[in-house]
């Protein structure tokens, strides 16, 4: 089965750091492009908030671009989410998600729409 497994959330004060892992099994993860996405109580999935492709081609959205940085390790089928400078609307269950790069490849970032979820890691910002 295809899985994707988040983890790395927890508390931490505003101005402060987290590093989020996502592992996948059950696919190619060579094959499948990567993205986060996050949900706070009451409100709408936001995201994708970054992507990251096979290759390592980026994507970034403007509410985190200079303070968050998806990564990847195609060996350990793992991705990840390098969060600074983390604020109290950060807070939310942070979730990741794939797709097969061919779908990036033939309607480009903005275009895609993911396949397959991870149930997501919460991140509580404190002031």
Known sequence: EKQLVESGGGLVQAGGSLRLSCVASGFSFGNYAIGWFRQAPGREREGPLCIMSPDGSSYYADSVKGRFTISRDNSENTAY??????????????????????????????????????????????S
Do not use: H
Not at 94 to 119: H, Q, S
């Open 81 to 126: 989410l390098q969060m600074n400078n983390l604020k109290v609307e950060d807070t939310a269950a942070y979730i990741c998600a794939a797709v097969d790069d061919f779908e990036v490849i033939t309607r480009g970032f903005r275009g895609v729409e993911f396949d397959y979820w991870g149930p997501g890691t919460q991140v509580t910002v404190s």
